[in-house]
């Protein structure tokens, strides 16, 4: 069963504005973490930003911040301020708690939001 | 620059031919990882090592075939593929103990089988 889920196919925003991805995961783990990666067309899939189970605050990276509601495992992915290079496939993935700290790459991925900013 | 390398970054393979996918990281990493993102598909984790030891196979067909020689190479050999092979291949490592960064990828094989 597909346990991350991103609803949006594609999305459009215009240059300068904020843009919402949405996120919803399914885990039984109390111990998880949670990230989000951006892969542009030349394939390379670069970490964005990175929130674990536990942390009782929002992760923010420079212009991303990471809308964190446990409760309803959420995990949305807010961009500030949108620039033409930001345009990209966005990828929501989650590590669960099972195996070794050797592993910490195992992940599993949604289906990915095609962000596009127009200008 | 990446610090995951991945060669070739385009390969056109008939079903009967042999080939190789290599990955190189110098990061320092113990694991490393070869994944599979098919058009219209999320990216599926094919196989895990640890420190030169394969540590999970997510039922791969035995057409791939991973090698790990040390810890700073990995190699996909590949033969008789399909078609529904044709994917982007991503390899990736990950540190020990460090859960923040997750993964860190290469750019990818773009794999066409013909």
């Known amino acids: 069963a597909q346990k991350i889920t991103q609803t949006q196919p594609g999305m459009f925003v215009q240059e300068k504005e904020a843009v919402t991805l949405d996120c919803t995961y399914d885990?039984?783990?109390?111990?998880?973490?949670l990230f989000w990666y951006k892969q542009p067309s030349s394939g390379e899939m670069i970490f964005l930003i990175y929130?674990?189970?536990?942390?009782?605050q929002n992760a923010t990276e420079g212009r991303y911040s990471l809308n964190f509601q446990k409760a309803r495992k959420s995990a949305n992915l807010v961009i500030s301020a949108s620039q033409l290079g930001d345009s990209a496939m966005y990828f929501c993935?989650?590590?669960?708690?099972?195996?070794?700290?050797?592993?910490?790459?195992?992940?599993?991925f949604g289906a990915g939001t095609q962000v596009v900013v127009t200008p | 620059e990446t610090g995951v390398t991945q060669t070739p970054r385009h390969l056109v393979m008939g079903m009967t031919n042999k080939k190789s996918l290599k990955c190189e990281q110098h990061?320092?990493?113990?694991?490393m990882y070869w994944y599979k993102q098919s058009a219209k598909k999320p990216l599926e984790l094919m196989f895990v090592?640890?420190?030169?030891?394969?540590?999970e196979n997510n039922s791969v067909p035995s057409r791939f075939s991973p090698e790990c020689p040390n810890s700073s190479h990995l190699f996909l050999h590949l033969h008789t593929l399909q078609p529904e092979d044709s994917a982007l291949y991503l390899c990736?490592?990950?540190?020990?103990?460090?859960?923040?960064?997750?993964?860190?990828f290469g750019q990818g094989t773009r794999l066409t089988v013909v």
């Open positions: 990736a490592s990950s540190p020990s103990g460090d859960r923040v960064v997750g993964a860190f």
């Open positions: 885990t039984s783990d109390q111990s998880y973490g």
């Open positions: 929130q674990g189970s536990y942390d009782e």
């Open positions: 993935a989650m590590r669960e708690a099972g195996g070794t700290t050797d592993s910490w790459g195992k992940l599993q």
């Open positions: 990061l320092g990493h113990n694991a």
């Open positions: 090592y640890n420190f030169k030891e394969q540590t």
